[in-house]
């Protein structure tokens, strides 16, 4: 497998911030803000490289 660089065991997508507060704007009735709590898709919020399904992609 021709892969020279260095593989970080981070996700690439997130940089190991899988799951990043995004404050909606709004805000409860007592006062604290709505959050939402979202997950990046690549490593569904572990922060890790996963590795894909199906990476070894033969012929084509
Ligand atoms: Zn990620």
């Known amino acids: 497998m021709p ?4 593989s ?20 409860h009735p007592d ?5 939402l709590r979202v997950l990046c898709p690549a490593c569904k919020g572990t922060g890790h490289r996963v590795p894909a399904a199906g990476l070894a992609r033969v012929g084509r």
Do not use: E, K, L
């Open 8 to 27: 970080p065991r981070v996700c690439r997508d997130c940089d190991g911030h899988a799951s990043a507060m995004v404050t909606t704007g709004t805000r």
């Open 3 to 6: 892969q020279h660089t260095p």
């Open 31 to 35: 006062g604290t803000r709505a959050t």
